[in-house]
């Protein structure tokens, strides 16, 4: 539903994203942000976190500005909500016209983060993973694994699929629905093609010398700058990053563990940066505010054509 906040600004919510934000629409749209992003095409400081240490959540805000889109996303994450029956990440983006820098729209952002992290991950595996990667192993069950299985179907043909997660009937449900095997973490990881990693563990939950040469891993929860779903073998991989700055800052697998980035993803989308077919290649993924208003933009775009 779109409502008028204003006579200038309106909002739009859930559902409305929902009916027309598709996968298959949000990967090119991310591949090529991801390119303009690492060529300097895009201004965008380092996201900043703030942790509401009382309530056991993170608030962030995330600025950016291109020639096509202007606005910022406030998030929340709060772990425990998952516990609650409620959303980990919660968020509103706000898009201003770039030319006079009215403010135009503000939409819920909850849909869109899960989907433009899932799009992402499949414009990495699209380019680095073989075209006959045929395994694919999840740590995690909830909405990133979802989207991430809806997402990864697109760019390549899984007929094995394994689900890993703490609470074994929801893995079980997942898999089942994608015609997959639940499985331990152990199981799952050992000779997969692709491995995603979407957990909000503070501590690993994949052991590096599961993964199999050559694998393709992407971990895409975040558990604060000092918490890593994965460990220091995993990391010592060649690393692909989303924005090398804000991971330096950012993310917890590289600061634990002194992990060395090669590469954003960007260069290896624009030709300039090669990487080795036969390599072991980890993305981290926390996340850009350029990837969330693109996503938005497509979103405004496709209600107005209707």
């Not at 606005?71 to 425990?80: N, R, S």
């Not at 703490?166 to 050992?190: C, K, N, Q």
């Amino acid at each position: 539903m779109i409502r008028a906040l204003t006579e200038s600004i309106r909002f739009i919510d859930h559902q409305a994203i929902v009916e027309v934000l598709q996968i298959e629409d949000l990967i090119p749209v991310m591949r090529r942000v991801m390119i303009d992003f690492s060529l300097g095409r895009i201004e965008q400081p380092v996201r900043r976190m703030v942790e509401v240490g009382s309530h056991g959540g993170y608030f962030g805000s995330m600025p950016a500005s291109s020639g096509e889109a202007l606005g910022a996303k406030m998030l929340t994450f709060y772990p425990g909500n998952d516990q609650r029956n409620l959303p980990t990440h919660m968020a509103l983006i706000v898009l201003f016209r770039p030319e006079t820098g009215e403010p135009m729209v503000v939409m819920d952002g909850h849909y869109i983060t899960q989907m433009r992290t899932a799009a992402v991950t499949a414009v990495f595996v699209d380019a680095v993973a073989a075209k006959g990667a045929k395994s694919l192993a999840i740590l995690g069950a909830g909405a990133q694994g979802r989207c991430h299985l809806q997402a990864l179907s697109r760019v390549r043909d899984f007929n094995d699929i394994r689900i890993w997660n703490r609470t074994h009937d929801r893995a079980v449900a997942l898999a089942e629905s994608w015609g997959g095997e639940a499985m331990t973490r152990e199981e799952a990881i050992r000779g997969a093609d692709v491995v995603v990693v979407a957990t909000s563990s503070k501590e690993p939950v994949l052991d590096g010398q599961w993964l199999r040469p050559g694998a393709k891993l992407a971990t895409v929860g975040w558990s604060g700058a000092n918490g890593s779903e994965v460990d220091a073998t995993t990391m010592s991989h060649i690393v692909l990053v989303d924005s090398r700055e804000g991971t330096q800052a950012d993310s917890g697998n590289v600061r634990c563990h002194n992990a060395k980035i090669h590469s954003e993803l960007g260069h290896v989308l624009a030709g300039s940066v090669i990487i080795d077919p036969d390599a072991t290649v980890i993305f981290d993924s926390i996340g850009m505010a350029c990837q969330d208003l693109a996503a938005a933009c497509l979103v405004l775009d496709k209600l107005e054509d209707q």
